[in-house]
């Protein structure tokens, strides 16, 4: 029986620093396949610039998942090579499917300077010289003393560069391109040219360095049996690096069926098209636009159109690549989805027709200053593992009070009626294609039944704020 797919990013930004994240999802593996989750989005597991205190986005050394004594720890923030591998084994027994977080825009937490010729740019436009170029002391080697050649020999010099943000020996704070580079395009055009986010930028027109990607994301795949990744900061790489690294990594497992999305981060939609057109489509990208639109409503006050939630997102123009969310590690760390309408929002991403939702883990398991919604999301993963298949049809009517109807399919004959309110309570006249039938709410907000006429219309309800599930029973 086919499945809905449903991805949780199992980590944030605040999970203590302390190893236990790969031993508890193996503990938690069984019970969230059971929830309805499918797949987990699990954290960079490579050796960061901070050690084990590093969330992991300062990679250091992509080969040490957690192996080697280097930035004075053995283990990550999240645990050991070891631990990590018992808890994929643990995943994939659950039969969920793992994507790893990959950081292949910068490398960071250098073992040494190389003395190299630079020229400073404007932080504003990076296609602005901002004086001479002179010579500074970059944090561009890497050597790995800690792991020697294991796995490779590649060494990292200025060379495999095209900028850094530190010269070390005036500890001048600039953005400074380096030697006779150029920064790559295309890219985000913000800023000129965003080619730069920070710390030391691989230089994707280097031969050496996308050989040595190369060869790390295959080995990566055969030695964690992995299924997919995330990539970070896709706007601040050449775009035409991914479909040479995708193809390569797929081709060497062409039985896989390797997943693949995108932190593009820009509400801009024509943005994330060209993108998506950029790259044949050859990956999803998470729904910035969709996003902006949900927090924008849980900020008015029960003033938001909600007739324009879908308006410019990616679920409404390009659904089989979208995929959507309602929080992640960075947007939890500053403006967020509010609370009260995260239930509406969830509701949104996980029960319509189209796009590859993914749940938060702070969301569901609460985090230090953020209530758990675990409640109402194991409603709804529920309502989506067994009701939310077939013909869709929307009731995006009324600047408070919309909903959609799902009609079934043959395994999943059962069909729902799914209604939300930013404002007053309300109903809504819509045809669930079930003549005659009760239908009852599954998350519980509105008791009693609601039964459909002879030509399968119903009078469905929600209360204000509030989103209703009514399931056909």
Known sequence: MATNETLMQYFHWDYPADGTLWGEMARNAPDLARAGVTALWLPSPCKAREGYSDVGYGVYDLWDLGEFDQKESVRTKYGTR?????????????????????????????????AVLATPVSQDNRTIEIGPPREIDAWTSFTFPGRGDVYSSFKWDWSHFDAVDYDQRTSAREIFRLRDKVFETPVDPERGNFDYLMF?????????????LNRWAEWLVRTLNIDGFRLDAVKHIRFSFFNEWLDAVRG????????????????????LEWFIEQTGQRLSLFDFPLYFNLRAASESSGNFDMRNLLNDTLLARSPTLAATFIDNHDTYRERTIQDWFKPLAYALILLREGGQPCVFYPDYYGAPGRPSHRQILDQLLQARRDHAYGPQTDYFDHPDVVGWTRSGD????????????????????????????????????????????????????????????????
Request: hydrophobic share 40%; proline share 3%; aromatic share 6%.
């Open 82 to 114: 070891v631990e990590l591998e018992g808890a994929i084994a643990a995943a994939h027994a659950a039969s969920l499917r793992i994507y790893l977080d990959v950081i292949l825009n910068h490398k960071a937490g250098a073992d040494a300077t190389d």
């Open 200 to 212: 030391a930028d691989l230089d994707m027109s280097n031969a050496g360095v996308r050989t040595e």
């Open 252 to 271: 060497a497992f062409p039985d896989r069926n390797l997943f693949a999305v995108g932190e593009y981060f820009s509400g801009n939609l024509a943005t």
């Open 410 to 473: 043959a395994e999943h004959p059962r069909a729902i009626a799914v209604l939300l309110s930013d404002g007053p309570g309300g109903s809504k006249r819509m045809n669930a294609n079930r003549p005659n039938r009760n239908f009852t709410d599954a998350t519980g907000n509105v008791s009693g039944a609601i039964t459909t006429g002879a030509d399968g219309w119903g009078e469905f309800r929600c209360n204000g704020g509030s989103v209703s599930v009514w399931v056909e029973q």
